[in-house]
């Protein structure tokens, strides 16, 4: 493996969840690029970093803000820490990116802004009170 950085990992990761979502496979994924699905695998594992020139064309033609891909990178990975402020640990995954990816295909389909609201507050509520329990 080339390069196996946090943030590289962070990135494959995020593109694995948008392919799931918008239920592409690898090969169709590596068409956008032109390139196998091989590469598309090596992409998604963080084994190989994507170019800024594949994270704006897939930004593109899937539809999203070149931005979604760094979502939720927190801590040191994602930049020095301010003169007050202690770097923090790289943010954790989801448990299961296929979960994440149920959970964001479901909730696309809501289309009451108040049951949205409602999806997330609920959602929230779980996050806090049963973080701290052990996967089952």
């Known amino acids: 493996m080339k ?3 946090p943030i ?10 948008l392919r799931e979502k918008l239920g592409l496979n690898q ?3 590596g068409a956008i690029l032109d390139v196998t699905y091989q590469q ?3 992409y998604e594992s963080g084994a190989v970093r994507l170019s800024a020139e594949a994270l704006f064309l897939l930004s593109r033609r899937l539809g999203v803000d070149v931005a979604y891909f760094f979502e939720g990178l927190t801590g040191h990975a994602a930049g020095a820490a301010g003169f007050a402020e202690q770097p923090a640990p790289y943010g954790t995954q989801p448990a299961s990116l ?3 990816a149920r959970l964001d295909q479901a909730f696309s389909r809501i289309r009451s802004r108040k049951a ?4 997330v507050a609920l959602v929230e509520l ?11």
């Open 27 to 29: 090969t169709e994924l």
């Open 40 to 42: 598309a695998q090596k």
């Open 8 to 17: 590289n990992r962070h990135i494959g990761a995020r593109l694995r969840l």
């Open 98 to 100: 296929s979960d994440a």
């Open 116 to 119: 949205r609201g409602h999806a």
């Open 3 to 5: 390069d196996t950085s």
């Open 126 to 136: 779980v996050a806090k009170n049963f973080s701290d329990e052990l996967a089952e």
